[in-house]
């Protein structure tokens, strides 16, 4: 990850994308277990490791397979997000990223196709479902921001949404519930959902007041908190810019805008 997360709030209830470190130690693992075998389509490609990775006798559910470019090793991805590398029996397994040196340019893989996927999952999240604080002249750049009411560091970043706008940066909020659904981030959450004017119940909510409403009404937080999660976001402020990088934490203003390619 950029080391330029100056804060990020944790979600208080563990999410399954942060055991992988610590159940994976070292970076090449041999023994684990596939779940269903190591069965191959006709591409060869192993089709039944999509079930669930045991690592230390723990499950870590398996999204996808595919074969990487690497011959023999194939991309496994889970569904906290996180990626992965083994060969067709699952017997050995690599942790990080996959680099391609084009001509003494290191060219990050893994990064470039989760890029790739975050913004095809964002891309199906209607306006109508987020929460935008939209600029009043042209819009420069779109970034997706995963917020949490109670996160302190979502509020810091809200009050500089303003100037963000005056720079011609939109910003779309998505909702993140740190401690869950059952948490009161997520009761917030699905009250500036259920609000007439969203984003001034955002901002008021942001500011630690009450708002008035109930939080009953049919909201997409709970999707949205699952579309977090498969993303592989682990804490809030999480930011997408438009070319698909994730920024995990608060960033300033003007390091923010020079990291979308605008001047100051």
Known sequence: MPNIIQGAELPMSKLPALSIRSLLTGTLLAGAVLAQGAQADDAGVPKDLTDHLVVNGQSMPVRSVEASPVSGLYEVQ?????????????????????????????????????QQQRLALLEQVPDKDTVVFRPAGKVKAVINV???????????????????NKRGVEVRYLAFPRAGMQGEGARELNQVWCSDNRTEAMTTIKKDKKIKGGASCDTPVEAQFALGKQIGIQGTPALILPDGRMIPGYVPVDRLVSMLGLKN
Do not use: A, I
């Open 78 to 114: 889970l569904e906290g997000g996180q990626t992965l590398y083994s060969d067709r029996e699952g017997k050995y397994l690599l942790v990080g990223d996959l680099y391609r040196n084009d001509s003494g340019q290191m060219v990050n893989l893994t990064e470039q196709k989760q």
């Open 146 to 164: 995963f917020t949490d009411t109670t996160c302190p560091y979502c509020r810091k970043f809200h009050e500089e949404v303003p100037e963000l």
